[in-house]
């Protein structure tokens, strides 16, 4: 109610007439009237003098006229500084992330985005475990793989596909497995997990393995499948640059898993600021 003829006020106030000023809001001139009738009422004041050769000030009206354009400047002044947020992003961006994937992939993209957009403040922290994004105060999230909770929004940004490998040395020792079955004659090595995902004609299935080595750090893995200590399975990030140097070979390609989603995540209550959909956007094109 506030708010209501405040803007017709102004216009006529400026312009004089309030056939003027109705072109200029684009609205009736029997409606710039009515709303000025209905501030004059609200207000037991009366702000102007209508004539039928013009319309002035009183003396009252004067003093509103002066405090209602200070308004009326500050709200302008107010969208000019949200459209500039918007074609020049700025503020703190808070994101999490899985550690190998985010040291390898999304900082460097990170790193790209502060550099075009310098009044940005990016804080990261990197994680395997998935932190609660509205609980932590985290703008965004990356996650991989299959996504669970149906109370975050999602943005597919790439995908990652699977491998089970193992180096030319351990292969020529212990031979190649050409069926899953076969994987029990073979040291596996672990990570988190206590079984591989695989797809047989069309199904998921999981298949328990067992090895003498288990971390949960997908870069130690790779390292002892390079040194011949056992087979592995990981994400592309972790193997595909061994693959053209021939330091690891592929197995079980036609038991591979379809290829898995990489998500940027946020909650879902809160608006998507012009900051974060940009950097999403960013990702989502740059990302490999």
Not at 121 to 131: F, G
Not at 191 to 217: A, C, H, M, P, Q
Not at 246 to 274: F, Q, T
Request: a positive charge; one cysteine or more.
């Amino acid at each position: 109610m506030q708010w209501e003829g405040i803007s017709e006020f102004v216009s006529v106030a400026e312009l004089g007439s309030f056939t003027q000023a109705s072109k200029k809001l684009v609205i009736s001139t029997a409606q710039v009237s009515r709303q000025i009738s209905a501030l004059e009422s609200r207000l037991n004041i009366k702000l102007l003098y209508r004539t039928t050769r013009k319309v002035s000030l009183t003396e009252e009206g004067r003093v509103f006229y002066q405090h209602c354009r200070s308004v009326l400047d500050g709200l302008n002044e107010a969208e000019r500084v949200i459209t500039n947020l918007q074609s020049t992003p700025q503020g703190k961006i808070k994101i999490t992330a899985p550690v190998t994937y985010g040291e390898q992939y999304i900082i460097p993209l990170i790193n790209d985005f502060v550099a075009q957009y310098s009044k940005v403040e990016v804080s990261v922290y990197l994680t395997n475990k998935q932190v609660d994004l509205v609980d932590e105060g985290y703008d965004l999230a990356i996650r991989l793989g299959r996504l669970n909770d149906s109370t975050l929004m999602a943005k597919k940004l790439s995908k990652r596909a699977s491998y089970v490998c193992a180096s030319p040395r351990y292969l020529e020792k212990y031979g190649t497995p050409h069926t899953l079955s076969e994987l029990e004659q073979h040291n596996c090595l672990l990570g988190t997990l206590d079984y591989w995902r695989f797809n047989e004609s069309g199904k998921e299935k999981n298949i328990r393995v067992v090895g003498g080595l288990r971390y949960n750090s997908g870069v130690g893995l790779v390292d002892a499948t390079l040194k011949g200590l056992g087979i592995v399975q990981l994400p592309d990030y972790y193997v595909e640059q061994y693959f053209n140097d021939r330091v690891l070979v592929s197995l079980l390609d036609n038991y591979r898993m379809p290829d898995e989603g990489i998500w940027a995540v946020y909650p879902h209550n809160r608006h998507l600021s012009p900051k974060i959909r940009l950097l999403v956007e960013y990702l989502s094109k740059n990302i490999a």
